[in-house]
């Protein structure tokens, strides 16, 4: 008998999809709802029990996992299916929302759910090491009253780091978000500088390969410059509505740099390049001569 705990994931887009499919492969019941149903289609093959409401999805789970766009989309979709939870349910929001729409959302929970236990885990990490199950889950809430959803955060990372009190791993999303767009920026502007003094990219990268500096996530980026493609593993449009999220939730605390690469980066997206990996704002620059 599987003792698994039955699994709903609202939204199968790069992200959602990966949890969806590493659940599949460890043999838990998983039940998915999207939007845009053809998101999900290829899994059925797998397993997925594919629902046309959100509602639907959630009614028999012992875990809801919300991995959507954005705070708004993320209320809106919970709102709705709170009615419909299982008595007891872990529900575990995951995707990028920002300080305000957790703390609603976790004051929504203990009003009209009170029984059922909201985790907010966002992940570090993107679409690669998600499918991979390689990313890390920030995760926060009560974790004793949570227990059904270890076996899940083991088949679809290689961790979870537990922050305290639901909402404090959003927090420490948004700071490690603001690290990596300013890491992208600057290594952007690096290799832009490089090249005017006549190094390649793969040149950059033996230089840092070996060194303090030469993080994998910099190698895959100046792949992506070297070879002139893009394909997203985090969109450029979404890296900047975590930089915005993050500026949010700095307050009266100065962030100069990332102000300045958040009105950048909302250029580039304006342009068209929003859709492309975070790594295109290389091109930006190269063709904007920003």
Known sequence: MNQRPTVAVLGLGAMGHAFA????KND????GWNRTRARGEDLLAAGLQLTDSAEQAVASADVVIAMLSDGDTTQAVLNDVLPQLKQGAVVCQMGTIGIAATEQLIATFNQRRPDAVFIDAPVSGTKA?????QILILASGDRQRAAAIEPVFAAISKGAKWLGEAGAGSKMKLVANAWLVSMVEGLAESTRLAEQL???PDDFWQVLDG????APYVKGKLA???GGEYPPQMHLTWALKDARLALEAAGDTAMPGLETIAALWQKAVDAGYGEKDLSVIYRYLQENKA
Do not use: K, R
Request: proline share 9%.
């Open 21 to 24: 499919a590493n659940l599949l």
């Open 28 to 31: 838990f019941t998983v039940s």
């Open 129 to 133: 090491p998600a499918e991979n199950a």
């Open 198 to 200: 006549g190094f390649s």
């Open 211 to 214: 060194g303090p500096l030469a």
């Open 224 to 226: 992506m410059i070297a």
